[in-house]
């Protein structure tokens, strides 16, 4: 296809509607220190834009806490539209991510997170079973936690996919009520 304007009868190439900014938090100790690559980051990124997503940054912290609580919150006051958090949600003592977001998060919305752990189950993704992840809202912004693996990531994203343009639209104040 050439630049510009098509001709008539030319397929026009469309991108798909931005719904809304998102922010991904990769947390993981040695991707943090340097001593490993980051898998996930690049997954998740695909996956919000190919579902109209605007994704501001990848970032990566350390399961620590006070750097998560940190970074959700500077996603926040950015004004994101959703946080998709990646690790440290087992029950291994470093797993602090949804004791941190649970900080956060002013309201749960206990069923979503629910329906990624069945769902992450049923494909198999044992991490997803085992999540202790948590979904909420923290001011105007959806925040969602997700087990590490490839396979958690996948499915998790399949199934909030479809839930987050309505979310967001509700928080936005844009759906009419």
Do not use: F, K
């Not at 959806?142 to 509700?170: F, K, Q, Y």
Request: glycine residues 12%.
């Amino acid at each position: 296809m050439r630049r510009g304007s098509p001709r008539y009868g030319e397929p026009m190439e469309m991108a798909p509607p931005q719904i809304g900014r998102a922010l991904v938090v990769i947390v993981d100790d040695r991707v943090s220190h340097g001593e490993r690559e980051d898998a996930s980051g690049p997954l998740v990124r695909e996956l919000l834009q190919e579902a109209g997503l605007v994704v501001d940054a990848v970032v990566v912290v350390p399961g620590d806490p006070v750097a998560i609580r940190n970074a959700l919150n500077t996603a926040v006051i950015g004004g994101v539209d959703l946080v998709i958090t990646v690790g440290g949600t087992g029950v291994s003592p470093r797993d602090v991510t949804a004791d941190a977001t649970a900080g956060v998060l002013d309201r749960p919305i206990p069923g979503i997170a629910e329906a990624i752990r069945a769902s992450g189950l049923a494909a198999g993704a044992v991490d997803a079973g085992l999540s202790r992840g948590l979904v909420g809202v923290s001011g105007s912004t959806l925040v969602v936690n997700l087990a590490p693996s490839r396979a958690a990531v996948r499915d998790g994203m399949a199934t909030l996919t479809p839930l987050v343009a309505h979310v967001i639209s509700e928080l936005s104040g844009l759906d009419g009520n």
